[in-house]
Structure formats: structure tokens, C-alpha cells
């Protein structure tokens, strides 16, 4: 299955904690120290990675449901993303040469 950086910190930050579900807040962190993007396309930005998570059964969405859209507050992993993340961990991490 192929995942992006962010989906890929998202699952690791829910697989590391230590509780069941993880604020989405939590999940800014991945930007601390880049500069794009800009701070009104990260919330967005993350909002369609952990749809994206969620699609493919990875995880389970906590929140309020309108009649036109979905606000995600926490999330959690289900039995297939634990199974992912232990897959991800196993993989050699690439080197950040310059």
C-alpha cells in the first residue's frame, strides 16, 4: 500500500501513543520546521490525509457529522493500520543526503 510521509507520520504518532485515540492537533507537528505549507492549507491538508486513512480501513474517525460534511476531532487505528505501522517500522528509513 503506498502512503504518503504525512499518512505515514499519522499512523506512527497513533501507533506511539499511549492512548486509544489521538487528538488531531497533535498531528501539526509533522510541520514544525517547514516552511510550506502555508498555515491555512495544513488543516485542510491533514483533513485529507486522515479521510484518505480512513478509506482504505487504516483508521477509525471520531467527531461531529453535518448533513454536508464530516469534522474529525480524534482518531484511532484499527486492527489493519496497527498491522501497517509494524510493517512501516520494519522498512528502512532513506537517507536525507543533500
Not at 486509544?20 to 491555512?40: C, H, I, M, N
Not at 448533513?67 to 528509513?93: A, N
Request: hydrophobic letters at 35%; a positive charge.
Amino acid at each position: 500500500m503506498r502512503l504518503s510521509r504525512l499518512q505515514k507520520f499519522i499512523l506512527k504518532t497513533c501507533y506511539n501513543s499511549k492512548v486509544a485515540t489521538v487528538d488531531r492537533v497533535r498531528f501539526l507537528e509533522f510541520y514544525r520546521g517547514k516552511k510550506s505549507p502555508k498555515q491555512e492549507l495544513r488543516a485542510k491538508i491533514i483533513t485529507g490525509s486522515i479521510e484518505s486513512l480512513i478509506d482504505k480501513e487504516l483508521m477509525t474517525g471520531y467527531g461531529v457529522r453535518t448533513p454536508h460534511k464530516w469534522f474529525i476531532k480524534k482518531v484511532g487505528l484499527t486492527g489493519k493500520g496497527k498491522k501497517e505501522v509494524k510493517r512501516l517500522m520494519g522498512e528502512q528509513l532513506e537517507l536525507k543526503l543533500k
